[in-house]
């Protein structure tokens, strides 16, 4: 049976053979790279890390329209020096990609994200354009200090490119400025917040467990149960009744009497 589920696939692993020496195990990083395409193969990631180095390893996992993909890579000279200066965003075979030292956790990667702003119905010029070329920005994003962005499609086929500030300063700076692209002009917008379930504790699953539980008995009752139970109700209220009818019956004949 096929699993309905495709976007929380297996992480699927790629061993190329090659192993670092005395000479280069310096130069060797562990890297998580975000943003890839998920129509890119595994051939097609690996023909595209030749181009930082030499992958000794890597692993890869789809996640809806993009893929995560972890490297353990022997990285020539002029990529690694990009990668250990810090710099949050590169390219893979001219695709501009989001990169992190592969051992931080992923709070750690999502820190990056705090402070981030959209530009909603980006035209298509500036949202197929590589603004990143190797380690090279471009001026609009070094205008307003993006860190980082990324180019997605909402399911409604709206462009947006998402941007990444590493200070909260920058971010309003540029959530405060305007700026044209062929005579019109755009604003940034914050993004929306994703929405979390907050997952329920032991009580609360307990709690609701138990009640749905007491609608299910007294649902699936017998309606001969149902029945005595309304019954025996009205015969106490009857029972009540007649107490009180006796009552006022005795008070009466007392006032007679005297």
């Known amino acids: 049976m096929v699993a309905m589920n495709t976007y929380r696939q297996a992480a699927e692993k790629i061993i190329t053979g090659l192993s670092a020496t005395e000479a280069n195990e310096a130069h060797v990083r562990h890297i998580t790279v975000y ?8 051939e097609e990631i690996l023909q595209a890390l030749n181009s930082w180095g030499n992958p000794i390893k890597c692993s890869t996992k789809k996640q809806r329209k993009f893929q995560t993909v972890w490297v353990k890579i022997i990285l020539n000279d002029e990529t690694r020096a990009h990668f250990d200066g810090g710099l949050w965003m590169y390219t893979l075979n001219d695709l501009p ?9 992923l709070k750690e990667r999502k820190n990056r994200e705090r402070f981030c702003l959209v530009w909603k119905n980006c035209p298509e010029s500036q949202h197929t354009q590589r603004l990143v070329t190797r380690n090279l ?8 200090s993006v860190k980082a962005y990324k180019a997605i499609k909402t399911p409604k086929g709206e462009r947006q490119l998402i941007a990444f500030f590493e200070r909260h300063s920058d971010m309003l700076f540029a959530l405060r400025t305007s700026f044209d692209i062929n005579n019109i002009t755009y604003t940034w917008s914050r993004s929306d917040p994703p929405r979390q379930n907050k997952p329920r504790s032991d009580h609360q699953k307990q709690r609701n467990r138990g009640s749905s539980s007491n609608k299910m008995s007294s649902s699936n009752r017998p309606k001969g149960q149902n029945q005595n139970k309304t019954s025996k109700k009205k015969h106490k209220s ?4 007649d107490v009180f009818n006796t009552l006022v019956d005795l008070l009466k004949k007392l006032v007679s009497d005297n």
């Open 137 to 144: 920005q471009s001026e609009f994003l070094a205008k307003y």
């Open 238 to 241: 009857n029972g009540s009744t």
């Open 35 to 42: 943003d890839i395409p998920v129509e890119w193969t595994q």
């Open 97 to 105: 990609i989001r990169w992190f030292p592969g051992d931080w956790l």
